[in-house]
């Protein structure tokens, strides 16, 4: 009797266990679906359309009109009564880049000795330069003379010395494209120089009186080279 008592009381412990581990393994119902997990949020993108890459560009001021490089505390004296005086001396007209501004510093020369050499020298001190084209003297800073200056292959007593011109040299006993690092520390900011290899050619824009001062050393170094015993 004792032993059929044991059977049972173990046979029913075995079932309470099996039936709590059933509804452990069960799903819970609430009456609600089961929440998907969510992904972490990105941050949001910028939309652009295919083939079309995102620019973002800076506002960047505007830099400020050019003006004369001279200090405005030195004398200065009105430009147009000065053009007019050498306009009727040298039987010329100008054309003035509205940059230049309507008074000029000198440089301590007096208006009425001021010619035409001597105004483009002028014009040089104050950071402008001028070339003639269609019966007219341009006055433009000197930084856009190279776009202008008149191709001069042989000297000309009648050309003022601060004159742009452009010239073409060439040589035949030495390379220019070695001269190129030798001359161009010779050149104003303004001036070009540049070197053609295949013709060897020296291109060079400067004012007429260094123009000619390049063509001589550029003569005095194309000389046969002396081999050494």
């Known amino acids: 009797m004792q032993r059929n008592r044991l059977r049972v009381t173990f046979s029913a412990l075995i079932l309470t266990f ?6 452990a393994q069960a799903p819970r119902t609430t009456g609600q679906p089961p929440q998907q997990a969510q992904p972490p949020q990105q941050a949001p993108q910028v939309q652009q359309q295919a083939g079309q890459p995102l ?3 800076p506002s960047i001021p505007l830099p400020p009109p050019a003006s004369p490089r001279f200090d405005p505390e030195l004398p200065t004296v ?9 306009e009727r001396a040298s039987d010329k007209k100008f054309l003035v880049d509205g940059r230049l501004g309507s008074r000029i510093y000198l440089g301590g020369v007096e208006p009425d000795d001021v010619t035409y050499p001597v105004l483009l020298a002028i014009l040089r001190a104050n950071g402008f330069a001028a070339f003639e084209s269609e019966g ?34 060439t040589a035949t006993n030495i390379e220019m494209t070695m001269l190129v690092p030798i001359l161009r520390p010779l050149l ?8 053609h290899y295949d013709t060897n050619q020296l291109l060079i824009v400067d004012r007429y009186e260094n123009v000619q001062r390049i063509t001589e050393i550029v003569r005095s170094l194309d000389v046969p080279v002396k081999v050494r015993n």
């Open 188 to 195: 104003s900011q303004s001036a070009h120089l540049a070197a």
């Open 78 to 86: 009105e430009l147009a009564p000065l053009l007019q005086r050498v």
């Open 136 to 169: 007219r003297v341009n006055i433009v800073p000197d930084a856009n003379i190279r776009f202008h200056a008149p191709v001069v292959q042989t000297d000309d007593a009648s050309l003022p010395a601060d004159l742009y011109v452009t010239r073409l040299l």
């Open 55 to 57: 620019l973002v560009v």
């Open 18 to 23: 099996a039936i709590a581990e059933a509804a």
